[in-house]
């Protein structure tokens, strides 16, 4: 398609959307729902006073939740969204289901048929990168996370993985440590394993956590730490590294080992209640995010010791689930490390040799 043409399909997107957008305001303005201060902002987080994360896009409060009845659809409109959803398939890798048609449903509802028609035929002719396409899948994915998210599996990694991982580094006098956490949400996954280095690290005498918060590597090692998600809501929100402490938040199963990577920070607009801490530079420094859709694009990192791609390929089918595990196994170094989550199947055997330990079990890449 000639880059005019994409222009003009991108500007009628536009406008439908701002249209969509304003027609939705009015309507929650009416029904009272207006957003709090600062919660568009800040895109990913928590329903109210729940530990629930709520999707960015979705209401708050009250309203016409998942399991509001809707009118029957005009044959024209389920036409159109079933178009949507193949398409959704096999760009994002996520299956269709009832609940993702309710949520394009609902988010599409302001839109006559006629037009729900033009802005799919216009989003199917942008490639699956464009913007476009990332603000209709935002609110089709499941963020939830926490710190330290399923420690036993991390304790595992931390005695059966990194510490022969820095021993074999260190005979070879120190060096590179890379990892990547595929499909990492709002960036506690990548912060969880980068803290679980450094305490390795720490453990074996190569780094020193000083009493301002400060840590040394000695000698400066190269860590390098990319976590990515098909999400720029949950990118910006890892970037910033800033998360509320609240019942089941974030922090709900983080050790006292842990808070020691932590400083208090300010509330960001809206939420007053909630005491927010943010992780600490010494840690953040070795970490970076950027977006990556795991289903269409090439790994982002060559060389990798460790990746950790947990509960993402639960949303993929079989074939999709295949080719992300193989790409994976593109991007780590030989004798690199996969970890997946607890229910995750192997399907690319002959790539990994398995390994169980108490906590779980990880690949070492053949
Ligand atoms: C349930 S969270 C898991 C977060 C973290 N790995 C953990 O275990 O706590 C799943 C994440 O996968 C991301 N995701 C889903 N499909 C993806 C895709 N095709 N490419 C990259 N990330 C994707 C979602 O945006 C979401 O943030």
Request: proline share 6%.
């Amino acid at each position: 398609m000639v880059e005019r043409d994409l222009d003009s399909v991108v500007a009628s997107l536009r406008e439908l959307t701002a249209r969509m957008t304003s027609e939705r305001r009015e309507a929650d303005r009416r029904a009272g729902l207006a957003p709090r201060d600062g919660e568009e902002r800040r895109g990913v987080e928590r329903r109210a006073g729940t530990g629930e994360r709520r999707d960015p896009g979705e209401r708050p409060g009250p309203g016409p939740g998942p399991d509001t009845p809707a009118a029957p659809l005009s044959a024209g409109r389920q036409a159109a969204l079933q178009r949507l959803m193949a398409a959704v398939e096999a760009n994002f890798g996520i299956r269709p289901s009832p609940a993702v048609e309710r949520k394009l449903e609902r988010a599409l509802r302001p839109l006559t048929d006629d037009a729900l028609g033009q802005w799919v035929e216009g989003l199917l002719a942008l490639p699956a990168s464009h913007s476009e396409w990332t603000s209709c899948v935002e609110s089709l994915t499941v963020h939830e996370t926490y710190f330290n998210r399923d420690k036993e599996m991390l304790a595992t990694l931390k005695h059966q993985v990194l510490f022969g991982l820095i021993e074999h580094k260190r005979e070879r006098g120190g060096g590179r440590i890379r990892i990547w956490s595929a499909g990492c949400s709002t960036g506690e996954e990548t912060y969880s394993v980068t803290m679980l280095l450094l305490e390795s690290l720490r453990e074996v005498g190569l780094a020193r956590l000083g009493a301002f918060g400060d840590l040394e590597v000695v000698p400066p090692w190269n860590i390098e730490v990319l976590g990515t998600d098909l999400s720029g809501q949950a990118i910006r929100a890892a970037r910033h590294a800033t998360y509320a402490d609240f019942g089941l938040g974030s922090f709900r199963d983080l050790g006292a080992t842990e808070r020691r990577y932590f400083e208090p920070a300010p509330h960001p607009g809206g939420v007053r209640q909630t005491e927010h801490y943010r992780v600490l530079e010494c840690v953040r420094r070795f970490v970076r995010f950027e977006r990556h859709n795991l289903v269409l694009d090439a790994p982002p990192l060559r060389d990798v010791d460790l990746v950790l791609c947990r509960n993402v390929l639960i949303y993929f089918d079989d074939p999709v689930k295949r080719r992300v595990q193989a790409s994976l196994a593109d991007a780590l170094a030989p004798r690199g490390v996969l970890v997946m989550g607890g229910v995750d199947v192997l399907l690319v055997a002959d790539r990994f040799d398995q390994n169980v330990g108490s906590g779980g079990t990880w690949y070492v890449k053949r």
